[in-house]
């Protein structure tokens, strides 16, 4: 694949670290840190045997991951987000820390080692996957960049489909969710113009069964947004 300029358009870093996150950062996030070589070896790259991978794109501040790797141990669930306080809040969940901060800066006892980072933008690690590398990929509650002229900046568009394409497996799942009329109805345009994935949940306005809301979503419902989910999978290459 054929990466042309990569450029990043949200928030790298945010308000000061508490000394307790900069150590999670300095001394958990290593252990736990996705590389371009894992990538390219991934059901191998997760500190416990894993049956499947899961991508989480956009995580956040980690709450929806975090839930999703403790129901799931024996799935490998890889997230990636270059807001670095995101990550720290990750760790945080992680080491079983986000309220009561501990000593220790390893995994919380018990936590399967299910989980890895790139704390960076994941497009850059895209070229590094194998195809069909995961079996479920979320982008929830992506940055809307609601300006026409922003619009290239979206993450569901015309130069990402392609590859979410290609790292799922035949029988995966692409899961989007978003609170905003304007890009539920981007999501639609973009993934009819691109033709390869079908929608499988028939009312968008319906959660998926087990569904975890995530922090954004949890603040649009407060806020009287109402969320969209998408769940996409493959058409057979015969229909596609
Ligand atoms: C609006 S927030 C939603 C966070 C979280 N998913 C939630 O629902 O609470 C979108 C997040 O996507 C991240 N993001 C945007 N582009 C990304 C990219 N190319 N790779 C990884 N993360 C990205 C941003 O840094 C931001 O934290």
Not at 53 to 60: K, N, R, S, T
Not at 76 to 98: D, T
Request: aromatic letters at 10%.
């Amino acid at each position: 694949m054929v990466v042309p300029s990569i450029r990043f358009f949200g928030r790298r870093k945010g308000k000061g670290l508490t000394p307790s996150r900069q150590k999670l950062l300095d001394n958990l996030l290593p252990q736990v840190l996705m590389t371009k070589e894992k990538a390219s070896v991934l059901p191998k790259a997760f500190g416990v045997p894993v049956n499947q991978v899961w991508l989480e794109i956009g995580f956040g501040g980690g709450e929806h991951l975090a839930e999703l790797a403790l129901k799931n141990p024996h799935v490998g669930i890889l997230g990636a987000e270059p807001f670095i306080n995101g990550v720290a809040s990750l760790l945080a969940h992680l080491n079983g820390s986000h309220r009561y901060p501990r000593a220790e800066l390893g995994l919380e006892e018990n936590r399967t080692d299910n989980v890895r980072i790139w704390p960076d933008d994941i497009r850059l690690l895209f070229p590094s996957f194998p195809d069909k590398s995961f079996k479920r990929i979320f982008v929830l509650y992506p940055d809307p960049w609601p300006k026409a002229r922003h619009a290239e900046r979206r993450f569901i568009n015309m130069t990402n489909l392609p590859e979410l394409y290609r790292l799922l497996s035949d029988d995966g799942e692409l899961i989007v969710a978003t609170d905003l009329t304007g890009y539920a109805d981007w999501v639609k345009e973009q993934t009819q113009i691109f033709d390869k994935f079908h929608q499988v949940n028939k009312d968008q306005h319906v959660a998926p069964k087990d569904w975890v809301p995530t922090r954004y979503e949890q603040k649009g419902i407060k806020a009287g947004r109402h969320p969209n989910y998408f769940i996409f999978c493959k058409k057979s290459e015969k229909s596609a």
